[in-house]
């Protein structure tokens, strides 16, 4: 059931082709399936990213130790076709990569990019499915709330009496 997200993806500007395979055992997004779609697909293709989310820091390790290519993690900067920046020491520096892998995997810390604009017009083409894997399948998911308040959402914290306004540092503040 992608057809919304395809048309959505088709209207960004830049994208040329929004490709996409429906079938059920898609629906719980594992990455035994996703990765197996990914690679199937991947000839031809120079790059294949994903968000740093979840899912995507899920599915790409998979995806490239089945094309046997390293995979780049959470770029916030990309410097050349091979060239990327990412996050080291918990953030604290940021690192210069090069890739000479023939395909480079990569997820990418998404609030270090610009959103891309719409009014663009791609053409949408289906793929045929890979086959259920059949290598797990998903129980539940469930929210997890925490019983304290989150620290990073704070607007001011109290450090033994004495109130501090919390500062948010990013990586590309450093």
């Known amino acids: 059931d992608c057809g919304a997200a395809a048309s959505e993806a088709a209207q960004l500007q830049g994208v040329a082709v ?20 990914i690679v199937a697909n991947a000839a031809g293709y120079s790059h294949i990213l994903a968000p740093a989310t979840t899912c995507g820091k899920n599915l790409l390790p998979r995806v490239a130790a ?4 390293a995979q780049i993690s959470e ?23 090069r ?28 793929i045929s499915a890979t086959a259920d894997s059949g290598l797990s399948q998903l129980q539940s998911r469930e929210l997890a709330t925490p019983e304290r308040p ?17 500062v948010h540092a990013f990586p590309g503040d450093i």
């Open 18 to 37: 929004v490709k996409g395979a429906d079938a059920a055992h898609y629906a719980a997004q594992t990455a035994e399936n996703l990765g197996a779609l």
């Open 66 to 69: 089945l094309l046997d290519v």
């Open 75 to 97: 770029i916030t900067a990309v410097e050349s076709a091979d060239t990327f920046v990412r996050p080291i020491y918990a953030g604290r520096a940021l690192a210069t990569v």
């Open 99 to 126: 890739s000479a892998d023939p395909v480079k995997v990569i997820t990418v810390r998404t609030p270090a990019f610009d959103p891309v604009a719409t009014g663009g017009s791609a053409a949408i083409e289906n």
């Open 150 to 166: 989150e620290l990073a959402a704070a607007e001011v914290t109290d450090l033994g009496g004495r109130r501090q306004p919390l």
